[in-house]
């Protein structure tokens, strides 16, 4: 884990090319460390992402029967077609991060919805793009791999940019799948009829599909269908996860992807992709309270400055952002701490890609 760095309200050294924003800090003289997430997942009273707010906001949940069903959807298309959005849909409460910009999310996000007896795990992977650097094609090898290695692929196409330059590609590599392949044409709220039912027929006739739903995974149209007819594809098996379970990463891991995604939305274009964040400490403090301390890496003193903002305002408003959502989530006060560090080649750095979850690719 990177060296972590607290403020002097903390009475602690500084260091060079790092800043950090955050909450007054609580003071409790003991405090109770939660295990490294890369040693054990976290248990759900420590903080998996799945409290009883995000679960409340799933729906009714089953408990499974002699019937049960239990498999791996991997949910692929391009950048910005909306993936990350349906997966929140199906499973009815926010487990990846969305944001308005392409190529937000670099790493596998698992959500779990149910349907009946059947456990549905949906793997949200990375969008899949022409890579040009070593993240890039560790992000773009994830996709393909999770749709390999699942029960059944839902390809999700934004409608209204039909299967341009960027979708042709990942159309022709999809016919290659030697699983069921379910073809989700997304946002058909902003396509005229004629032409969406033109895409339809230049899908079937290109991909040997299972089925092909027409969806507006922002607006819900057409998600439970397709929640349905997914749970029917999942093989007899008993469930992998609780029934209370909403995803399967560690708190740590999803909280550094909370703060990520309000970095996305404040920032530059350039600067959220030069970038990433790991969150280095998860502290108990007093009366329940959490202290979180989280280091955004940067790749130049230029972007770290950008980061930090006039007057540090720019991170202020990130980490004000992304502690109120990660409060709503664990349902307890949390303060914190965001610090800033120019790593040049963090981008190379095998660690990284291991605390993102990707493999490193050796070229």
Known sequence: MPETRKNKADALPDAENDEAAGDAPATEEHHTQIPEYERRRLPEEDGGPVSAALAAESGTRHAPGAGSRCGFAAVIGAPN?????????LVGAKVSIVTHKAQTTRTRVRGIALNGEAQIVLVDTPGIFAPKRRLDRAMVETAW????????????????????????PIVNEAANLKIPLILALNKVDKIHKEKLLALAGEASDRLKLDSLFMISALSGDGVEDLRAFLAARMPYGPWLFPEDQIADAPLRQWAAEITREKMFIRLHEEIPYSS?????????VRKGAVRIEQTIFVERESQRKIVLGAKGQAIKHISMEARKEIEEAIETPVHLFLFVKVRENWADDPERYREMGLDFPKK
């Open 81 to 89: 077609a909306g993936k990350s959005t349906l997966v929140n849909a």
């Open 145 to 168: 791999t999770e749709a390999r290695e699942a029960d059944v692929a839902v390809l999700v196409v934004d409608a209204a940019r039909g299967f341009d330059d960027t979708v042709d």
């Open 276 to 284: 990433t964040v790991e969150t280095t400490s998860w502290k108990t």
